[in-house]
């Protein structure tokens, strides 16, 4: 198809689509449709249809995996405005290549999370309208919907825009289909000294400005838990620093995996350097030990003294039905941590090693942030009712896939429609 | 303005659970919700076992978790002491049900109208009951209450939202007891206002030692138990709750 | 140059301002939920000023950006 829209001399894959993308993007949209599929179950028939049942005489757990997944989502989404902050506050100029990507990141997570949750409540309808009308600041949900939802995603969305509009200006340009919608992203940017420097001030000023905000909304996103005094394995003050550290690893972990892709996928072996991938996997390292810290001082805790409620708890977790799934998750972060702390020392950087550690630290967040979510409604009850029980049904699998799936579909068409790397200074398009 | 408690003497217990069947006729709860609840306990090993039987109600706490969690104000304190979940305004979160220490709350997670234990519709039950009139409800269930008139009795009104037991706000409205405490056979449940010192619950925490459930946890529950003890960490359920949706 | 910083500056003020003031004042009150004035917001939508109050914030950057700029095709 020789349209305009194929036009090579356009930056990093822009408007270039090949037979792969399509059929990437086909398999996605199946994805996609299935999720839409299930959900719509769900909405007919109700939440009968997830493995989720009530606690105390049901014997279920009414949070499941899609908790666990809004968890995880918000999860990933701080990593990528951090490290695009820090690309600003630290002047970390080499890591500026995969700062767009890193916000990109953020913005379509923190919708998934959004999406997660209006997946998990009863009256989804109810929610849009009651949640910005009612809101109560004293439920610690007020911060998740208000602080992350809202502020933090309009403030990652800003970012994004503000950041973009020197490669809007150069793709405005370009004689393309979607001219319109890189002028009024440009916003008669010119790329004069002058200018350059008042963007380089506000973005400093913004990426200062994000990231309290982001360890506020991360924070109250621990403090859901944390604050749960009749919730055994719940109730602790090391919840809201340990879900930023792991939304650190897991975000982190997720750049490198994406890095690594786009590296191959656009061939852009310059701009993502080795170099690149060295900072980013030796702030894993850091990240990943901080977490273990976390796990090995809460495991500590919980086998030296707990009472009886979180001993019976930590023994589902640690030796009984979520003993797999806390084990796996430990060893694939302990392994991670191995594979960086090596190359770190050794000063030898591998892309590939990175990406497996990357990889496994996502796997490790999802299993612990199941690990955090369940056994503490099936197993932590303070009044005698019994064990519980909680198995995924196929709508939750296949919801949570389907977001999965919209998320990195959102990712693919936006770097079919904007380069995904800034042009470099000099204003040349690569 | 009242303060309502209950107090339940578990010496007179003896775990019928007629309090259970009351609730759930009362307020037309769905299939596997049980408002008021009822253990049957055991404690020890055979011969040396111990029996003991708890009813567990809404404890209408007085710093209660769910209140201070629901993200809308869907569950709220009123100034007579019920905890109660407006159905209008409830989004269906589950934050309450988590977060509550006693396990009191239940979500609907079908229709309800799918949850009954009878399938009304089928011709055979028809026939059966000689084409009896579907589940009769309460129409009061519907209807809104208290000064703030926010509709919050009854079960069965929608799915995806979570609904406990209200101490029968429709009841106390009128000036009635609760369902549970009306049909109890032994007289073990006792409702009434703390605010009025010659009201039998008022009497009997004034003279007779009285304990709450969880009360470490800080929750200041307003349900009072006489007699028995707080079950200990081995007591457990004669026989798993098979009850499931 | 100077309007630009102003009308940021003022916006940001905006912003913070409408985020504490309805925080603090117009969404439901916080403390122990000893009835239902507890459970309301004080102001209905309260929590939706709260959101426009973080809004202003960032869109400040926004303003400071854009304002008093050249636009190429002469808009």
């Known amino acids: ?430 | 303005m009242a303060r309502y408690a209950m107090v339940i003497d578990l010496d007179r217990c003896v775990g019928c659970r007629a309090c259970m069947e009351a609730c759930k006729v009362e307020n037309n709860t769905p299939e596997a919700a049980f408002w008021m609840y009822v253990f049957r306990l055991e404690e020890g090993e055979f011969p040396n076992t111990k029996l003991s039987f708890l009813p567990r109600p809404c404890m209408h706490c007085d710093n209660p978790p769910c209140v201070k969690v629901c993200p809308v104000g869907a569950r709220y304190k009123r100034v007579d002491g019920l905890v109660a979940t407006d159905w209008d305004r409830c989004i269906g979160c589950r934050f309450c049900e988590v977060s509550c220490p006693y396990g009191v709350n239940y979500f609907n997670w079908k229709s309800p109208k799918m949850n009954y234990y009878l399938e009304w519709g089928d011709p055979t039950v028809q026939q059966a009951t000689n084409g009896a009139i579907p589940p009769y409800k309460n129409p009061d269930l519907d209807r809104a209450y208290g000064p703030e008139q926010r509709r919050i009795a009854g079960s069965g009104h929608l799915k995806g939202i979570i609904e406990k037991c209200t101490f029968c706000a429709h009841r106390v409205e009128v000036g009635l007891d609760p369902a549970c405490v009306v049909n109890c056979p032994a007289f073990a449940l006792i409702f009434g206002d703390l605010d009025d010192p010659e009201s039998e619950v008022s009497r009997l925490i004034r003279e007779k030692r009285t304990w709450r459930l969880l009360e470490e946890h800080g929750t200041e529950p307003r349900v009072y138990y006489v007699g028995g003890a707080p079950p200990s960490t081995e007591a457990h359920q004669i026989e798993a709750v098979k009850a499931r949706v | 140059m100077q309007t630009r910083t102003v009308v940021a500056l003022a916006v940001l003020t905006a912003g913070v301002a409408l985020g504490l003031v309805s925080y603090f004042f117009l969404a439901a009150p916080l403390g122990r939920p000893t009835d239902e004035s507890f459970s309301n917001p004080r102001v209905p939508f309260a929590a939706a000023l709260f959101i426009g109050g973080i809004v202003l914030v960032f869109a400040s950057a926004v303003c400071y950006e854009l304002i008093g700029v050249r636009r190429e095709d002469g808009a």
Do not use: C
Not at chain 1, 82 to 106: F, Q, W
Not at chain 1, 213 to 229: D, K, W
Not at chain 1, 377 to 387: C, D, K, V
């Open chain 1, 1 to 430: 198809m020789a349209t305009r829209l194929e036009s090579k001399t356009l930056p990093y894959g822009v408007g270039h689509l090949t037979v792969a993308w399509y059929v990437v993007t086909a398999f996605l949209l199946a994805i996609l449709a299935l999720g839409l599929y299930a959900y719509s179950r769900q909405l007919g028939e109700g939440e009968i249809v997830t493995g989720m049942r009530d606690i105390g005489t049901m014997g279920g757990a009414p949070w499941g995996i899609y908790i666990a997944f809004v968890v995880y989502f918000v999860g990933v989404s701080f990593a990528g405005i951090t490290i695009a902050g820090m690309v600003r506050l630290l002047n970390l100029e080499h890591l500026r290549p995969i700062a767009r990507m890193a916000e990109l990141l953020t913005v379509i997570t923190l919708v998934l999370g959004a999406f997660s949750i209006l997946a998990d409540v009863g009256q989804p309808l109810r929610a849009l309208i009651n949640l910005p009308r009612y809101a109560r600041p004293m439920s610690p949900f007020f911060g998740t919907f208000t602080l992350v939802i809202a502020g933090y995603l309009f403030a990652s969305l800003v970012y994004l825009y503000l950041a973009g509009r020197r490669d809007a200006a150069i793709m405005a340009r370009q004689d393309t289909r979607f001219g319109w919608l890189y002028r009024l992203w440009a916003a008669g940017y010119t790329d004069t000294p002058e200018e350059r420097e008042r963007h380089r001030r506000t973005t400093f000023w913004l990426a200062l400005g994000i990231l309290p905000l982001l360890l506020t909304a991360h924070s109250t996103l621990g403090f859901v838990f944390g604050l749960q005094a009749g919730r055994p394995g719940w109730f602790s003050a090391l919840q809201a620093p340990a879900f930023v550290v792991l939304a650190g690893v897991s975000g982190t972990g997720l750049m490198i995996v994406i890095a690594a892709i786009l590296r191959r996928a656009l061939g852009a072996t310059r701009e993502l350097s080795i170099g690149v991938f060295r900072w980013l996997s030796n702030f894993l390292m850091v990240l990943t030990a901080a977490y273990l810290y976390f796990m090995v001082v809460e495991w500590l805790v919980s086998v030296y003294a707990a009472p009886s409620a979180e001993a019976r708890v930590a023994a589902a977790v640690f030796r009984g039905d979520y003993a797999w799934i806390y084990w796996l998750s430990a060893v694939a972060l302990v392994a991670s941590f191995v594979i960086l702390f090596v190359q770190y020392a050794a000063r030898n950087h591998n892309l590939a090693l990175a990406v497996i550690a990357g990889l496994l630290v996502n796997l490790a967040a999802i299993g612990k942030r199941y690990e955090i979510v369940i056994p503490s409604q099936t197993h932590g009850t303070l009044l005698p009712y019994g064990e519980g029980l909680y198995r995924p049904s196929w709508v939750e699998y296949s919801v949570i896939l389907g977001l999965i799936a919209l998320g990195v579909l959102l990712y693919m068409l936006f770097m079919k429609v904007f380069p995904i790397i800034e042009a470099p200074e000099s204003g040349e398009v690569a």
